[in-house]
């Protein structure tokens, strides 16, 4: 059964740090992994998808690294602003169509 | 591109009520797909459709539960006898098929939150 898990829970940090945001998973028999950007009372907003092929993907101060044979993955957040400040969940795609989710991992960026 | 859409945005009833949600998903989308959020978790899945067929139901759905897809565009989750459990976030994604299976993200809708009294 796959398993994800995101350390640490939660994070705060100062305005401007850069950021890494860790993921690991048990099956590396997966075909993609998402990360999500979910804001307070608010549905899950697609950040980046690796496919199991690449090692990774960049968006504008958001890069993320697959390592499918540790059943590791980073988020990079360069700069971090207080507009950053989400809950950012990891989730994998195996062999059925279903993402199996880490439970997360608070961030608060402080102006 | 309008995003994945759910209704109502919240409800609340009383336990031993019948509840329905209704998810439309991205207009050219033909997967959808259904997940049950409660606090301080991730998201947990629940069914699978591919245009109108269910292909896929996780062990969470138990009988009380049931999810239809008419024509294959938009779709309806029923919680029957709601019990106080059932009190989470359920969420509605919908992805396509363009450029093979691992390379299409899943995008969510804002989710309906359901609370049981």
């Known amino acids: 059964k796959q398993e994800v898990t995101q350390i640490p829970a939660a994070l705060s940090v100062p305005e401007g740090e850069n950021l890494v945001l860790n993921c690991s998973f048990t099956?590396?028999?997966?075909?993609?992994l998402q990360w999500f950007r979910q804001d307070p009372g608010k549905g899950l907003t697609s950040l980046l998808l690796i496919q199991s092929s690449q090692r990774e993907q960049t968006s504008g101060r958001l890069n993320a690294s697959l390592d499918k044979s540790s059943g590791r993955s980073t988020l990079y957040i360069a700069a971090s602003q207080p507009g950053d400040s989400a809950t950012y969940l990891c989730?994998?795609?195996?062999?059925?169509?279903?993402?199996?989710f880490g439970k997360g991992m608070k961030l608060t960026v402080n102006p | 591109d309008t995003g994945v859409s759910q209704d109502p945005r919240h409800k609340i009833t009383k336990r031993g009520q019948n509840v329905t949600f209704r998810c439309d998903p991205i207009s050219e989308h033909n997967r959808l797909y259904w997940y049950r959020q409660t606090l301080g978790q991730g998201p947990e899945f629940l069914t699978y459709?591919?245009?109108?067929?269910?292909?896929?139901k996780s062990r969470l759905l138990s009988d009380r539960f049931s999810a239809e897809r008419p024509k294959g565009s938009f779709s309806t989750l029923e919680i029957q006898r709601t019990e106080q459990g059932d009190s989470a976030m359920y969420l509605c994604?919908?992805?396509?098929?363009?450029?093979?299976?691992?390379?299409?993200?899943?995008?969510f809708g804002d989710g309906t939150r359901l609370s049981i009294l």
């Open positions: 099956d590396s028999a997966i075909y993609n």
């Open positions: 989730a994998v795609k195996g062999g059925s169509e279903k993402l199996v």
């Open positions: 994604a919908s992805s396509s098929e363009t450029g093979g299976l691992d390379r299409q993200p899943q995008h």
């Open positions: 459709f591919q245009n109108e067929a269910q292909l896929e």
